[in-house]
């Protein structure tokens, strides 16, 4: 069960979303076409960046192509900025991305999985907060929307979203606030010692992944420990880890004993359930901000402290 409590709108232009691929091939054009068609629907002006279904081996057009994108993304009107997908990709760019110019724009950008790479880059050179959330053809695009998903979407980039309520089987005690950081773990731990990985102490770090089996999980998050970072954080909040197979020599090695060892040997807070990740139900989480955290019985709160813009 996810809970979100809201409040009026702190930003009054929240109406139109310029959707751009920044990593790998759109595989169905249709899925932009029924994203925009969503889109409008939930009251959203939707632009389609003129390369968005552009193709290069696997990505969404040549490096310079998918570069030229965000700079048209940052000079186009609309406010918000969608990344249409994920795979791979945005780690080629970061060394060519004018981060200045991205924050300068005052966009808000949102994408999951491969953008954390961006969101992790744009918070590291310049603090600014960028989102977590849905992308349009895997959210918006497909043949039904998930109500909860696009609905806390909405909340989120209209600064309306104010306390996100989540059930958890397994999280310990916290009431804490921090910057809320994190995305996908396996981006995450690829900028371990690049210019583009936050320096962030006493944070709320959040992660998810697809297709890693619980003992690769375990590894990340020790290299994170390892790396002097994990330790640093006031809370872990674990995402969707899903699509991984386990093994019979596995015996008995599950997700919640890897999540057992990072307990004992990190010695930080943690809290399963949070819904985010390679999942049909996603909450929209800013990505930079200060934010707070507390755990009940079976239950834990995100207070989003949308206000400070």
């Given amino acids: 069960m996810t809970k979100h409590d809201h409040h009026h709108s702190v930003f009054p232009d929240a109406s139109g979303i310029y959707i751009f691929s920044p990593s790998s091939a759109v595989a169905d054009p249709e899925s932009i076409t029924r994203a925009t068609q969503r889109l409008n629907k939930m009251g959203f002006k939707v632009a389609v960046d003129r390369t968005a279904l552009a193709q290069s081996q696997r990505f969404a057009g040549t490096d ?30 970061l060394p060519q991305i004018d ?4 924050a300068d724009s005052g966009k808000r950008f949102v994408g999951q999985s491969d953008f954390t790479a961006f969101s992790l880059a744009l918070l590291a050179k310049t603090g600014a907060v960028s989102y977590a959330g849905p992308t349009a053809c895997f959210d918006f695009g497909g043949k039904k ?19 996100l309520s989540f059930e958890t089987q397994d999280a310990d005690a916290v009431d804490c606030r ?29 992660v998810e992944d697809v297709g890693e089996h619980p003992y690769r999980v375990e590894r990340m998050l020790s290299q994170l420990a390892q790396a002097g970072i994990l330790g640093k954080q006031k809370a872990l909040l674990l995402g969707g880890f ?67 813009h």
């Fill in 64 to 93: 310079v192509q998918r570069l030229a994108a965000f700079g048209r993304a940052i000079k186009q009107k609309l406010p918000i900025v969608m990344a249409s997908r994920g795979g791979y990709g945005l780690t080629r760019l």
């Fill in 99 to 102: 981060w200045n110019a991205m």
């Fill in 145 to 163: 929307a998930e109500i909860l998903t696009a609905e806390i979407f909405g909340e989120s980039m209209r600064g309306e979203l104010e306390i």
């Fill in 178 to 206: 921090g910057v809320l950081w994190g995305g996908n773990l396996t981006m995450i731990t690829s900028l371990i010692g690049t210019p583009y990985m936050p320096a962030i102490k006493g944070g709320i770090l959040f």
């Fill in 242 to 308: 899903t699509e991984y197979r386990l093994a019979a020599h596995d015996a008995g090695y599950d997700l919640s004993a890897a999540i057992a060892y990072i307990r004992k040997s990190v010695g930080i807070p943690v809290i399963t359930g949070l819904p985010y990740g390679h999942t049909v139900m996603k909450a929209t989480l800013p990505v930079g901000a200060k934010i707070g955290v507390a755990t009940e019985k079976g239950m834990a709160h995100l207070v989003l402290d949308e206000h400070q």
